[in-house]
């Protein structure tokens, strides 16, 4: 009995962490496509669109080391 509640929890854990990946996949692609639609190109712009890549490997990586809230 007890092991059928860890499994269900780990599914749970789990569903919670593709649904937090996937949101913020969708966010940052709005963002960068908002980013690109409404800023001149320049290198200020690559930069900001570097930053926010490098953001969210940093949510991923902290994700998988610490999970979700």
């Known amino acids: 009995m007890g092991w059928h509640i860890e499994e269900e ?4 854990v789990e569903s ?4 937090f990946l996937g949101g ?3 966010g940052v692609d709005d963002l960068a496509q908002y ?5 001149h190109q320049s290198d200020e ?3 900001a669109l ?3 890549q490098e ?3 940093w949510c991923r990586w902290s994700v998988e080391k610490h ?3």
Do not use: H, P, T
């Open 9 to 12: 929890a780990k599914r749970f």
């Open 16 to 19: 919670k962490r593709i649904q």
């Open 24 to 26: 913020l996949a969708d």
């Open 35 to 39: 980013i690109e639609d409404n800023v």
């Open 45 to 47: 712009r690559d930069y």
């Open 50 to 52: 570097k930053a926010l």
């Open 55 to 57: 953001a969210v490997l």
């Open 67 to 69: 999970g979700i809230k």
